[in-house]
């Protein structure tokens, strides 16, 4: 009886044993990534977007693996992708990079494709994926005005680019728009005759007067002949 009971404790150890080996013998299995911070936002809605432009962060991928449970920082083995490039980069190291061009909302990703058991089978999400949101607050706020009065006994239209100012002349009067601080505007004269100049542009080329690093309110002088 006592021989039996070791013979069947003997198997028993022997199982445990087998299985034990059986699992170490595996590859270990990337099961999730999670990326880290999980959103992040630039900017604000005072600050025009273009002054978010090199505002940064450093994200980190952090992966889940089973035999045995780990968790290890993958940051730099991990393909990084940005849903929108306008808005914000992400570097080959997961650095996140705010470009000054779109606001809005979009995803970053962090992504891996190794992931295979010890028998070469595919494990459970052969592609792993973890995402974070880049943010950047779009500029709702008001800035400096740039007017624009008008001289000569002609006529004309003028326009800005970014868009907020734009009317028809009349000798006497003036129109207004309101832009970001900061902000380079630039102002284009179309006459219906002859156009005489700008003046109190920080620079003059032809029909367009430029107003650079718009801080304050400005008023500049467009004749038309």
Known sequence: MIRKWFGITALIFTAIAFLNLSSCGRNQELVSIQ??????????????????????????????YVHPPVTKDITSSVTWASNDTQMMTVSSSGLLTATGFNCGATLVSATANTNADAEGLSASGAIITGYMTGNVVCFT???????????????????????????????????????PTGSNVTLTAVPNGTFGGWAGCTINSGTACTLQNLTNDVTVTATFN
């Open 35 to 64: 990326v880290q911070p999980t959103a992040e936002t630039f900017g604000a809605s005072n600050i025009p977007v273009s002054q978010d432009a090199g505002l940064q962060v450093q994200l980190r991928a952090l992966g889940t």
């Open 141 to 179: 706020g008001t800035g400096p005005t740039v007017t624009v009065t008008f001289a000569g006994s002609g006529s004309g239209t003028i326009s800005s680019s970014p868009a907020g100012l734009g009317c028809s002349s009349t000798a006497g009067s003036s129109c207004t728009g309101s832009f």
